[in-house]
């Protein structure tokens, strides 16, 4: 990764950054539990309703949300030793970007098509990034949000929802997530691709995309420009997978069961998992919801194992031997954040208050992970994004998605079409 100012792990009197997002990231997760019902802005909008996003309340909610979002992390630019009057400056412009991406993602039909608002982050920073380029540079961190929104996520990960989601669900997401992880890293480094744009790329085909790919990089300290990359590349493929797979299901007479396990196994966005699904049916939807869910509860044992495996693998790269005292330092520490959250969420946050809370720090996380994408399109130039690596991670991915697609379907019909055990009622 390239050793920039801002944006770049810092440390400063003793503190690393990977210790200073817990108190933004617990600060907002306790104010989600305390006050379940607040509001964030809206941002679902058709030409008729447009103007209730510009209203006045929205508007003003929006820029209460800002400014809480700016005290918050200028306490963590500050105790990094970063200066808080530049970021002041900043911050702004890089939030009303965010905002920006999630008016445009809210239009019906960005959400028919499952275009989230992180491909629209991406593309307005890097529009913003190319015509002003180094401009409000102090406000430009993108791991620092990352990580932010990566400890929030962890309260999304129940650990009891893994269970209930079903033998089947929970095999067919190992199976799927052991083999295609493999699979895509070999296939990755068969194309001379290095092997830190492989973890990301393998993470994010056999997990769950985006979410997969954002755990990826933080777990490994990766290039924010390959993670720009992956991104685009999960979402661009996920929207012909959408309408090709019902299709499919419909045309070869897949039954509807075996179907939605196939979409939630295989296309890397939730949104457009539940799109295709309902395409199918209603018990297609319900197998697909299933199986992603299962595949999305993995993330924080994923990224835990990565991080350590990581650890492990530079200490073997550079002849330091991996001792206790080297994988601690060299273990990205945000990930404790993140597996705390899963478990406090877990076991010791009731599941009427985790209901309660579900859409307000849905929401928070993703204000987090807007941030950060507007932040790497500020830092990507167009002509590297293109020319990055000749195109051989695209095809990697291609290929291992076309694997993907045919092993899921194989274990589909195994665990959900009665072949192992009594095929499930969803």
Known sequence: ?????????????????????????????????????????????????????????????????GVAFLLLSSVGVRLLGGSVARYALGFPIVFALAWASKFLAGNAMAKEWGISYVIFALFIGMLVGNVFPDRFREAVRTEYYIKIGLIILGSSILFGKILSAGMAGILQALFVVLVIWYACYWICRKFAVDSEFAAMLSTAVSICGVSAAIAA??????????????????????????LIMPWAIEHFQIPAVIGGAWVGGTIDTTGAVVAAGELVGESAMNAAVVVKFSQNAMLGLAAFALSLWWTFRQGADEGVKPSVGVIWERFPKFILGFMAASLLFSFVVGDDLVSQTKGLIKGLRGWWFALAFVCIGLETRLSTLVSMEEGRPAYAFLIAQGMNVIWTLIVAWLLFGGLLFPAPIL
């Open 1 to 65: 990764m390239e050793n920039e100012t801002a944006g770049s792990p810092e440390e400063s009197n003793g503190l690393s950054e990977d210790w200073v997002v817990f108190g933004p990231a617990f600060v907002l997760i306790a104010l989600g539990l305390l006050f379940p019902y607040l509001s964030l802005p809206k941002f679902s909008w058709t030409p008729d309703s447009v103007g209730k996003i510009l209203s006045a309340e929205n508007i003003s909610l929006s820029i209460s949300l």
């Open 217 to 242: 990089c933080g777990a490994i300290g990766g290039d924010r420009k390959k993670l720009s990359y992956v991104t685009s590349l999960v979402l661009i493929v996920a929207v012909p997978m959408m």
